[in-house]
């Protein structure tokens, strides 16, 4: 069997090379193209993606799979036209391929540009959300990229036949159709093949749990985008505005508890911890936030939890927040600095010098200065929509939108010139 | 004696990244004073380098070094100057940290930046040209970076007192000597422990020869700064001028035939074979080259020997050059995509749209109309100075100079901005 998947993945991987090839070279129309006809195939088979989905549900709760699995498998006619929508909306992007990052001239006459292309080929490994073969999908071709999705076995037929209208899409478009693949078997010995591909996948993009991002980060030899965890921070520095402290701590913690930019610790200084802190912690129970903290915020309100160690490193993507007391901006960075994630942290405070200092001093891929850590995203940062949030610090970092998905080249135009020497 | 260089090298390794929090924040007078300082320091301690070197010599001579890695190795007053000339003019660079790549509002009045930040610590890994601890020693402080030096045994002792000098800078600047270090010991396990340093090495450079190169890129766990080879090409279209082509052709192979951006294989047009060609073979000819070429290049000239398919993918950096007849831009370009190395590639032609179709066509990091090959290289691109050339895709690609050593982080400056939804 692992042979037949090896040759099988190898033969996934060279056609999409191949298509990456006439794709890097592609009309931008061609490419606008393909994702509109995209969007329309998903509206004309609705009903065909909702029966293929029904047997996915029926599979997933025959297999006990938990309510809020099911939730995010499901698809009904709300969902489908939404992801429809998504599509159009990265067909309406600017194209990336081709655009002139920076130009310069050279004193011997040589003009030079840098250019961007796009990567090659990209591996996207998801679970069981049946949306991200389009959106990934969509990201990858608009940024002239090949893709080969594997999606999670819960999602395999819905799966199946979202790509089934994206590669109708690409016909329409006169575009290789091995642009968008995915691997037709849920056998896990496919992942990792795809992880090994070095020299054909040129970048992994993961979306799903720790467990999956864990594993692809610890296996890959080729390049990943992900961020494993988003501990995210927000401070409230001793020269805060009380009112904008608290918007900011309920929206960062409690807009969405389940999203990577979610405040997971909150970290107070020492001299507003009577002023500002109990009205905080007031409105975060009130909201029904579970308030896990050290000594000195215990002695501040009788629902608060002793915090252990454990918590300065759990993100817990629910409706609980650990608080800590802490001795300045200083103290503060230290902090994020040694139990972050180089996610997303945030700092309050009407303190220009201070603001400089937390967003120079913090090793975060997003530092935020009076606002929501729930803006670490890329819809949200104007990109568009975004494959994920690296916390890596090659290539991509913080929301990856299609300019990400590219790299560049060097173009150089000269008028005969050689180097002397 | 394995788990003694694990330790050794973990505590090298946790003092990089300590001294990379402390560079990341250093006012940029201070890296430049710690570089004009080192310089100065090179300068004062001539004398003792020459001694250090003789060392390095008289043990090469006994291991019965070649005269090439000798004269590689050997350091006299004039190499020293030049060291030292090398180190202020990476000084006199602009910071690169800091900087803003770019900046735009959202309509809710967040202001977002792309700042450029130091990747962290970088690993070098190089051969016996002693004057790499100088050159990038400098490149990796200049960008707010520590950096983990590992030269060759053959250059130890020289190596050992320039970085001394580096040193000698750094402390007079008031910043942390951790910022450089020499890997203490000529243990060959040490390389391997660099390569798994992932967590504390952000990115390794190796310098030197394919089969260090080679063992770096298959064994490194981080990810690596480097090309493996530069197997470049020419390709003279039907629409080049004649005295431009045979000008760039022999600058392109004979200015310098050991740099990685010489041209190692000569494309040409099949209907411009018998007015171009003969008088470039001829010049090449005189210049001491050796031509391989195919039946259509043996046709031309007597001296030419038969090429075979292993000469398409032969870097010779040396007085060689293999020749092919193509058909077309388009036959240039599938075989440049299909032998080439991703380096760098140029065209002759005076038309346009066939410059335009070669330009976009290649797969090459560096893509040139009408100039030679031999440009690839930093310096020749202004970037002052580079640590090597990248034919990966990812972060850092064709030559790598200060800005290539630095990432980025986003600033987001609001006035209390909480997401909706």
Redo the contacts between chains.
């Keep these: 069997m692992s042979a037949n998947i090896h040759d099988l993945m190898l033969g996934i991987g060279r056609a999409a090379k191949d298509a990456a090839?006439v794709l890097a070279?592609a009309d931008p129309q061609a490419k606008t193209r393909a994702l509109t006809e995209a969007a329309a195939a998903l509206r004309a088979r609705k009903s065909e993606i909702i029966a293929a989905n029904d047997l996915d549900m029926k599979d997933g709760r025959e297999k006990g799979l938990t309510e809020s699995i099911l939730d995010r498998l499901k698809l009904d006619d709300k969902r489908i036209e939404a992801m429809a929508k998504a599509i159009e909306e990265v067909a309406a992007l600017p194209d990336p391929v081709?655009s002139k990052i920076t130009e310069?001239d050279?004193p011997n006459g040589?003009h030079?540009e840098r250019v961007r292309v796009p990567?090659?080929v990209i591996g996207i490994i998801y679970e069981s959300r049946p949306n991200v073969t389009a959106d990934a999908g969509a990201l990858c071709l608009k940024s002239g990229n090949a893709a080969i999705l594997r999606g999670g076995s819960d999602s395999f037929h819905s799966s199946k036949i979202i790509l089934d209208c994206m590669q109708q899409g690409l016909r329409a478009a006169n575009l290789p159709q091995a642009a968008l693949q995915m691997v037709p078997t849920t056998d896990r010995a496919a992942v990792g093949e795809m992880l090994a591909m070095s020299g054909i996948i040129?970048?992994i993009v993961p979306r799903g749990g720790k467990s999956l991002v864990e594993r692809v980060q610890k296996e890959a030899k080729v390049?990943v985008f992900a961020h494993l965890e988003g501990l995210c921070h927000t401070y409230i520095d001793k020269d805060a505005?009380a009112g904008?402290a608290k918007?900011?701590v309920?929206?960062?913690k409690m807009?969405r508890t389940s999203v990577c930019g979610a405040t997971e610790t909150l970290l107070v200084d020492k001299s507003v911890m009577k002023t500002h802190l109990p009205l905080i912690l007031e409105a975060l129970t009130a909201a029904g936030c579970e308030i896990r903290g050290d000594a000195a915020v215990q002695a501040l309100d009788k629902h608060v939890i002793p915090a252990t160690e454990e918590d300065w490193r759990t993100e817990y993507l629910d409706a609980i927040i650990s608080v800590k007391q802490v001795d300045g901006v200083d103290e503060a960075v230290r902090h994020i600095?040694t139990y972050g994630t180089e996610h997303t942290d945030a700092i309050v405070t009407a303190n220009q010098a201070t603001?400089e200092k937390f967003?120079?001093?913090v090793n975060?891929?997003?530092?935020?200065?009076?606002?929501?850590t729930?803006?670490a995203?890329g819809g949200?940062?104007?990109m568009g929509a975004e494959i994920g949030i690296s916390t890596g610090?090659?290539?991509a970092?913080?929301p990856v939108g299609v300019e990400q998905l590219t790299?560049?080249?060097?173009?150089?135009?000269?008028?005969?010139?050689?180097?002397p020497?």
């Design positions: 090839g070279l081709g310069w050279r040589l030079i990567l090659g040129d970048v390049p505005d904008m918007a900011i309920l929206n960062a807009r600095n603001a967003l120079n001093g975060s891929a997003i530092a935020l200065h009076n606002a929501s729930q803006f995203d949200e940062f104007g610090k090659m290539h970092r913080g790299t560049f080249k060097y173009v150089v135009r000269g008028t005969g010139q050689v180097r020497g």
